[in-house]
């Protein structure tokens, strides 16, 4: 049996991956393997339905493999529109029916983040806080107690100073996930976009109490105040992007 016989017998059982690299081996093996009866044994295994018609919807099933199995690479963002120097974000934070923070917070803050860490902050926070990962928190300074008893939610406006616009990103929403272990406490609520994005929703806006545990008082020690929007959105531009597409008022 000749090589060529061979391949005939196994090229069918590959995957599209697989017959792609043996592409890559020679110009003879790339001739063998671009047959598109190869092709359409292996559409056939994603797509049955469509290899019952006589002849491929595209040129060839290789072309229909290509169109549609293509590895998903992230795209070049183009530059956003919106700056954190014009951004400002209004943060209050109530404790029962009391107020216990409010603070408008210029972009540019929510940037630097905490550079000096507090005593007695657990391994998994401060690993958090150390790793590389895109994060918008601000420091809390002086820091603010919350008794465990208490019921405490949040509500996040963001502000364009050039054009005076408001958008909502969490509206008064309850820290009703404590998680001790990590030393936060979360809220979120979901996004509201602009009538020009009928499509996107259930996009959600996280916000976390970043303490330290008081054990003699029962209470955290609220030293920063973290926001982010991970459901889609992991680096600056992306999050600016995601901002940009609010329902601005």
Partial sequence: ???????????????????????????????????????????????????KRPNPPTVTYYKLYQS?????HQRTL???????DDLEFYIDIWSEDKLIFSDVVPGPVLQRGIKNLPAGICNMLKFHLESPEYKMILPVDPSFTVPWSQTVSVSVLVGQKDTNKVACIINKSLFDYIDRTASRALAFDYLVFSPNYPFISGIRAWISLLFTEDGNDGAMNVFGIELDFCDAANSREEVLWLLDMLDWK
């Fill in 78 to 84: 183009l530059p956003p529109r919106l700056s954190f």
């Fill in 68 to 72: 549609f199995y293509k590895r998903q």
């Fill in 1 to 51: 049996m000749s090589l060529e016989e061979v391949f005939k017998v196994v090229f069918p059982f590959l995957d599209g991956v697989d017959l792609a690299a043996c592409m890559l081996v020679c110009k003879n093996w790339r001739r063998i393997a671009k047959d598109d009866y190869f092709w359409k044994c292996v559409c056939a295994k994603r797509w049955p339905s469509i290899c």
